[in-house]
């Protein structure tokens, strides 16, 4: 999709500092609010800290990224915004698609969700580790 399109569709306006963030985090696909403020500082000197934080806060609140807790405790932002589930390998994370699983866990989970709840998101993480013999 088109960034302005992008943009549009979240209500935001397009600004240089805007872009800038969006662009980097289309580029790594996964990162903490570290990786975009370092690639952010190369490009971009005079974007502040703290307009990072505010940029991430309001791509956060428009649903435009996502972020989870990854095994180190740590936030990671997602550019993937649509329900899907993460392989945390010694490399980084990878992508996994599976509208079956959603499903699954939709059927199975609904009768024990409290009274005057609803399925909100699933967020499923599995890790990896290097084979060792
Ligand atoms: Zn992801």
Redesign the pocket.
Known sequence: MEIRETFKNIGLKITPQRRAIYEVLCEL??CSIDDVISRIRDSHPDVTISTVYRIMDSFYESGLITKFINPQGKTIF?I?SRD?Y?IHTANG?L?IDDKQLSELIRRRISSKIPEGEELDKISIQITTKPITE
């Open positions: 696909k996964h997602d993937t899907h993460h994370y992508d």
